[in-house]
């Protein structure tokens, strides 16, 4: 069945999405109400064709268009076995930002050499580990980190491949807290400040390290082709200026940011757009500039996740103010999806119950938080709802879980992966014996 709604926001489902013959939503032929009533409200679910076709379809675009490339998922976005399993089926490589992201994978028995372990001040523990671990990569942002890794490698009379993160003063025009290679930042080495080169001289002399290339991330997500082009050229540049003899451009990596569209109004970037873009800049540079092509890294994270997953919430309360607004409350909030409140995210959210229905109320989703930010979607449409009815939240499947807490002293919520009818729990809801396992009682 289908409705105009429904239709619109298609783009924003996961695919095998409908409405089944009760007026419910359904993924992957499973009624999200039935999925409800067995598992507890609020629910995550992903739908993991989506995952397995978004994934494809990064490696065919991008290989399609560059002999040399390798799609490294940026776990930040979710992190689970299941999808650690998934990505690893679909030939991915991974990377890691602390100890807990890389625990997942080596839990997960996900091959070490496809890890690359990026984040602007690891610990040496963190560093120790991973270099235990013999992992593939460790992409360098500070000379104090330089510094501990190559001692870490004396030590253990062994040289690590690194690649350094460089700031190229880019701006992505998007959201400031999620610009990252600005010149104002705290990540990678700045090019504009002579500290790039200055970190390129230095690391290519460390014994235990072994520079393999660069590594680049304007920000996220970014809605424009052009910041791309633009940082490829400029990097390049200065590669060939600054990048030192005794050591080969193997890698060159160009990070992640690629956007999903997350309400209507947005613009929908196609990862064709993205793989034109990207190869084609750097092929017709390194031509320019009479160097061999390295292999070339892109690093998507939420492009792979987001629109697979989808959160389910129940309506509790609902509070009218007449010619203002009608807060509409439901069963989760900021602590399973703070991105509301943290950096303005919007949202599109359907009726699961009542799909059908036409949704002519504009109402704000608040969370059941005590922070007045606490909003999922503001001035959304939804049928006339009353307590009980269930939400659904699209593309809820990056930086939501992963970035959820524990505020007031709440449960997360479990999480399904749904394929061809059948689902699988592949995290459990929290308890409270969860939530006091660490307090001494
Ligand atoms: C270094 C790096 N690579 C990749 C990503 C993934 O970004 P996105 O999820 O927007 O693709 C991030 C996100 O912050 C990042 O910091």
Do not use: W
Not at 203 to 210: E, I, M, P, W
Request: aromatic residues 8%; hydrophobic residues 35%.
């Amino acid at each position: 069945m289908n409705n105009k709604l429904f239709d619109e926001l298609k783009h924003l489902l996961p695919d095998f999405s409908e409405i089944n013959d009760k007026g419910h939503l359904q993924i992957s032929g499973l009624d999200l109400v039935d999925l409800v009533s067995k598992f507890g409200s609020p629910l995550y679910i992903y739908e993991e064709n989506t995952i397995r076709n978004l994934a494809k379809s990064f490696k065919e675009e991008f290989e399609s268009r560059y002999k040399n490339v390798h799609v490294s998922y940026s776990s930040k976005a979710f992190s689970n076995p299941a999808l650690v399993k998934i990505l690893n089926e679909e030939g991915l490589g991974i990377d890691v930002v602390s100890r807990g992201e890389l625990e997942v994978l080596l839990r997960s028995e996900f091959p070490m050499n496809k890890v690359n372990f990026h984040g602007n001040n690891k610990s040496e523990e963190e560093l120790a580990e991973a270099i235990d671990q013999k992992i593939g990569l460790i992409t360098i942002d500070s000379f104090h980190e330089m510094n501990i890794l190559d001692k870490l490698c004396e030590k253990r009379a062994i040289k690590q491949d690194i690649i350094l993160r460089l700031s190229p003063s880019v701006d992505p025009h998007t959201h400031e807290l999620t610009s990252t290679g600005i010149l104002d930042t705290k990540f990678g080495f700045s090019i504009e400040t002579g500290e790039a080169k200055k970190a390129l001289q230095i690391s290519s002399r460390k014994n235990n390290l072994n520079l393999k290339g660069i590594h680049f991330h304007l920000g996220s997500p970014i809605f424009e082709l052009n910041p791309y082009s633009q940082a490829i050229n400029y990097v390049f540049d200065f590669i060939k200026e600054s990048y030192p003899s005794s050591s080969d451009l193997e890698i060159f990596n160009v990070g992640g940011g690629f956007a999903v569209p997350y309400i209507i109004d947005d613009q929908k970037v196609e990862i064709e757009h993205y793989a034109e873009t990207i190869c084609k800049s750097v092929k017709k540079k390194v031509e320019k500039l009479g160097m061999p092509e390295p292999q070339l890294v892109i690093e998507p994270g939420r492009a792979i996740v987001a629109r697979s997953g989808v959160a389910i919430y129940t309506v509790g309360g609902i509070k009218e103010i007449p010619k203002i607004r009608t807060y509409v409350s439901v069963d989760g909030g900021m602590a399973d999806n703070i991105r509301p409140a943290l950096y303005g995210a919007k949202y599109s959210t359907i009726s699961v119950n009542k799909t059908l229905e036409p949704h002519i109320n504009m109402v704000t989703i608040a969370g059941k938080y005590c922070e007045t930010g606490d909003k999922l979607s503001e001035n959304t449409l939804l049928p006339q709802v009353e307590p009980g009815d269930l939400i659904a939240i699209l593309t809820s499947g990056a930086y939501n879980i992963s970035m959820s807490s524990n505020y007031n002293m709440s449960l997360r919520p479990a999480i399904l992966l749904l394929n061809n009818g059948i689902s699988k729990v592949i995290k459990r809801r929290e308890t409270y014996d969860d939530l006091l396992s660490t307090s001494n009682l």
